[in-house]
Structures are given as structure tokens and as C-alpha cells.
């Protein structure tokens, strides 16, 4: 499997070749998508995509002492939430099901 970054304008071009739709239209969909995504989160709501998977709001503890991994300084960090998510049952199963290759 290579490792490859796709980006959204990969996705745009990709669902154009595959559709009938004009590519701002396609653009316009996944921005407003993604803007959606974005604002149920911090509303904190978790979303469920059946078939993909779960995006959910998990707070994180915070530390009275952390170390800056670059420079070294101790700090210290409050709690605070981050974005997460789990691969739903039909992901999990076709990433499971990709052939390994050698790593060189």
C-alpha cells in the first residue's frame, strides 16, 4: 500500500471522474460537508457515518507538569477536547483484508 496523502482536491477529482457533477458543485458539497462535521463537534455532538465510521468530541486530561518535546521547557497543559474517531465495522474489515506488502 503506498503512502500516499490524498487531499481534498484528490477526493473533488476523484468524485468528478466518477459523476456527473461539475467539479465546484462537487467542491461545494464537501466544504459544506466538512463544515458540518466541524460544527457538530463543537457542539459537541458525535456523528455516526454507517458502513465508515464515528467522529466524536473525547476530552482529554490535562497534566500540571508536561514537557515541550522541541525545547525541553516544562509546562503544564489543561484539559481540553480533541476530535476522534473509530473505523466503523465495514472499514475495519476491509483495511484488515488489504494484502501487507515488503517494506524495503
Do not use: C
Amino acid at each position: 500500500m503506498a503512502s500516499k496523502k490524498v487531499t481534498k482536491n484528490d477526493l473533488v477529482e476523484a468524485i468528478y471522474f466518477k459523476s456527473d457533477f461539475e467539479k465546484y458543485k462537487i467542491q461545494e458539497i464537501i466544504e459544506k460537508f466538512l463544515e458540518e462535521v466541524k460544527a457538530s463537534l463543537e457542539n459537541g455532538s458525535t456523528i455516526e457515518l454507517r458502513g465508515f465510521g464515528t467522529f466524536e468530541p473525547r476530552l482529554r486530561k490535562g497534566r500540571s507538569v508536561a514537557r515541550n518535546p522541541k525545547t525541553g521547557e516544562q509546562l503544564s497543559v489543561a484539559p481540553h477536547y480533541v476530535a476522534a474517531f473509530r473505523a466503523g465495522q465495514e472499514m475495519k474489515k476491509a483495511l484488515w483484508e488489504l494484502e501487507v506488502k515488503a517494506v524495503d
